[in-house]
Every structure is written in C-alpha cells, then in structure tokens.
C-alpha cells in the first residue's frame, strides 16, 4: 500500500537530510545557501560574504538542518505532537511499571507518583525542592488520552497558522514562554498541575493580540469567536471540571503580551532573523536542560518520604 503523498515526501526530506548529514560520497559539491540571509555563497566558505553567519555552526544553521528533519510547512509544530505523544508514552510506561495506568484510567485518570517524578507543575517540587523545569517539563505531561486528544487537535488548528505568520523559532519561543509562565503562576497559587494547554491559551492570546492590531469584519469575527471560546473554557474550569484556569489566565496573557511585541509577519531583516532565531534556540535549549534536570532528579525523594 503506497504511502500519502505528505509522509512520503516527509521520509525523502529524511533520506536527504541524513545523506548530507553523513556525507554520501556520491554527490557533487554545489554552492551554497546562506540560512540566515538567503545569499548564494561558495562550495567551501565557512562564513557568509554578505551577513557574516557561520554556515555550519551558527543558530541559523542548526535551524536549518532541523527543518529539514520536521519537514513540512509547520516543522516546529509537527515536533511538538510528536515529542507530547512520546511523553505520553513515557508516562503511561512509568505507571505501569508503578503498578497503575491499567483499565479506563487512561482516558483521564493518569497521575501520581509516576508523574510527579516525570516533572508536574508542583508548588512543592518548585519551591522547596528547587525543581524549576518543572514549569516546562509539565507541558508535555498529560492526564489521560482525553486530555492529549483534545490538546493535539487543539494545536494542529492553531500552530501551523501561528509558525507561518511568526516563523518558526518565534512561534516557538512563543510557545514555550507562555506554556512556562502559566505553570509559574498556577504552582505560586498552589496548584498541582500538567499539560500543553497553557502554551496553547498563550497561542490563542496571540492571536488575540493580532485581531486588535487589523482591522477588518474578519478580524473582529475571529476576535468575538476567540473571546467566545475562552469565556466557555474558563466557565468550565470554574464549574469544577479539572481545568487550571490560573495556568490558563498567565498563559493567555502572555501570549497576548507577546503578540502585541511581536510584529505580524515572518523576520525580514538580517537582524530580526538572528534576534528570532536566538529566542528560538533559548526556548530549546531550555526544553533540553528541562528534560535533563528531570532524568537527573527522576530518584529524588517523593513528598512526604525521608
């Protein structure tokens, strides 16, 4: 059975990502694209003639290479799903060593001590065990398979036109920032946790902010089903139904915050680019050091345990 069009195109994009990563030995040298300014450049110079960016070692040209891995027109978001699924994984894998994850609990019932030691958002792991990249670490954690669901579809509709408008190391960031900040204030009230679905309120307060910056019956009628959805989302969360609105609320205003700053469009200049890839590879490499602080204080006593 022959592959989608899409997946295939995705797995050449792969090979040949591979290929030059490697080295084939089979193609022949071919000048160059600079990844930051878009100059052609030589088969052998290491640094662009026109912007001066390292063509091999430079933010730009890791994104590149990434993109080329993540291929398709939303490669950020496309890794986000996959790294949330994996997550997922992991979670329901360390339950099940714990003895739990079994029967319906996987629909919405995922927790304990399995999670908290994967990195839920917890006042007490934050403020008395020091734990900070639990705040991004609890991003990728989820409650049950409802609760992923509803936070993957959630994302496919909004990233892909976000990363288009912004690029994608500041939808990025944008991403992270907003995600990371709504955990902040929802453990500073004393919450416990976990989710992606602080990162997407900060998505939809961007959008919020770009609604208020075009004028248009458009924009106003996206702005009124915007405002719409999240009065019935808080709704819920007040009616009790498990929902963080304080995570939520941060979450919301940041985005909105963000996207005010952030102009409505791709980074044009040499500047912008490098100022948006710089922010995009602080939210990675935040993401990284996160994910290492979690393996390392995986072990660390629960609370309550001596």
């Not at 022959?2 to 490697?22: A, C, E, G, H, N």
């Amino acid at each position: 059975m022959p592959l989608p069009y899409q997946w295939q195109y995705r797995l050449d994009r792969w090979k040949s990502t591979l290929q030059r990563f490697f080295g084939s030995g089979n193609q022949q040298p071919r000048p160059q694209l600079c990844p930051n300014c878009g100059s052609l450049v030589g088969i052998n110079v290491t640094r662009c003639h026109n912007c001066g960016t390292n063509l091999k070692f430079s933010m730009a040209a890791v994104n590149r290479s990434l993109s080329g891995v993540f291929a398709g027109p939303a490669p950020v978001t496309t890794a986000l799903l996959v790294v949330n699924l994996m997550m997922f994984g992991v979670e329901w894998m360390a339950l099940a060593a714990e003895g739990g994850g079994g029967g319906l609990s996987i629909l919405w019932g995922m927790g304990g001590a399995a999670t908290y030691r994967l990195g839920l958002s917890a006042p007490y792991g934050i403020y008395v065990q020091h734990q900070w990249y639990r705040v991004i670490t609890a991003m990728f954690l989820h409650g049950g398979l409802i609760h992923i669901g509803f936070n993957m579809m959630s994302l496919m509709q909004l990233g892909p036109a976000l990363e288009e408008l912004y690029g994608s190391a500041r939808y990025f960031f944008l991403y992270i920032f907003t995600g990371a900040f709504g955990f902040l204030v929802s453990s500073f009230i004393g919450h416990y946790s976990l989710g992606a679905s602080g990162g997407l309120l900060g998505l939809v307060g961007a959008m919020l902010a770009i609604t208020t910056k075009r004028g248009g019956s458009y924009m106003r009628e996206l702005r009124s089903r915007l405002i719409s959805s999240i009065v019935i989302l808080f709704v819920l969360g007040w009616m009790g139904m498990g929902i963080d609105n304080w995570a939520h609320g941060a979450g919301l205003a940041a985005g909105f915050v963000l996207g005010k700053i952030f102009p409505d469009r791709q980074p044009m200049s040499v500047r912008e680019r490098q100022i948006a890839n710089a922010l995009g590879w602080l939210a990675g490499i935040a993401v990284i050091a996160s994910f290492a602080l979690m393996i390392l204080h995986y072990r660390d006593p629960l609370p309550g345990q001596a």
